[in-house]
């Protein structure tokens, strides 16, 4: 059964914006660069692609196979915009969440992103098509987290999951698009560096295929929530990660700004999960 049974499917073609794979790795500064330094050295590519609706497929996606889903789950938080609440309610909810939906032993959330473009502070959407780790920052970031047991845990499975839920519904400004996992591989991947003012991470671009095949879910409400694997260290055949990105569309002209809240989780199965 579907989750939302009065949303009914809207398929769509709009831009999603690629990277051209350069003779340079691609590099973006947070704040300043150095002098004579581009901010961002990545050539966009964008390309007009068909964006299917899952809605009324909903229980057909799943992290293994498609490398996200859709689930059901209500929220006690009643200002996400509230740090110290999102911390003390949202964060255990989550938690919760990923134990029940993944069957992990444990979960370590290390931060999380409120994205509103109406309201002062907050960040606007992503418009790039990414995954936010790659093989090689995945392992670093449970390095910088869990300190002295990292090389014991990272002997055994672990990922990444992002859990993107909406702040106010329905979402029809700027959607979240995702790939399915099944359509696209390692080679799609352009490793591209992210400069912090203290550090240096790796996210993933990605370099277009006509083999893509793109899906989103309208009209989401705060009640649902999309679980996006970002890694996964099993490579038994299973999916590992689903790039994604938000657009323009082209169906909700003049909507109220997207609001939504997301969180970033290291979660962690038990032997033989």
């Not at 004579?36 to 196979?65: A, K, M, S, Y």
């Not at 989103?216 to 990660?241: C, K, T, W």
């Amino acid at each position: 059964m579907p989750l939302d049974n009065a949303v009914q499917a809207k398929s769509l073609t709009t831009t999603l914006h690629y990277l051209k794979r350069g003779p340079e790795k691609p590099v973006r500064y947070v704040n300043d660069p150095p002098p004579g330094v581009p901010q961002w050295n990545g050539i966009d590519d964008p390309r007009e692609i068909r964006i299917e609706d899952g809605r009324g497929r909903e229980q057909e996606f799943t992290l293994d196979r498609n490398g996200f889903s859709l689930v059901k789950a209500p929220s006690q938080v009643r200002d996400f915009y509230s740090e110290d609440e999102v911390k003390r309610t949202y964060y255990p909810e989550v938690e919760q969440l990923l134990r029940e939906k993944l069957g992990v032993s444990r979960v370590v959330i290390f931060d999380h992103t409120v994205r509103n473009a109406g309201r002062q502070g907050a960040r606007e959407p992503s418009r790039r098509v990414h995954n936010d780790h790659t093989v090689n920052s995945a392992p670093r970031r449970v390095r910088d987290h869990l300190g002295d047991d990292a090389d014991e845990v990272l002997k055994h499975r672990f990922g990444i999951v992002n859990v993107w839920r909406p702040i106010r519904g329905p979402v029809l400004d700027s959607p979240l698009a995702l790939c399915d996992a099944r359509t696209f591989t390692d080679a799609d991947l352009i490793a591209s560096d992210l400069v912090y003012p203290h550090v240096r991470g790796e996210t993933s671009s990605v370099e277009y295929k006509p083999g893509h095949r793109w899906y989103y879910f309208s009209q989401m409400q705060p009640d649902e929530v999309a679980l996006i694997r970002v890694h996964d260290s099993a490579n038994d055949g299973r999916a590992r990660l689903s790039f994604h990105t938000s657009f323009d569309n082209p169906l909700a002209a003049g909507a109220p700004p997207r609001e939504r809240i997301e969180v970033r989780t290291l979660v962690f199965f038990p032997p033989g999960k």
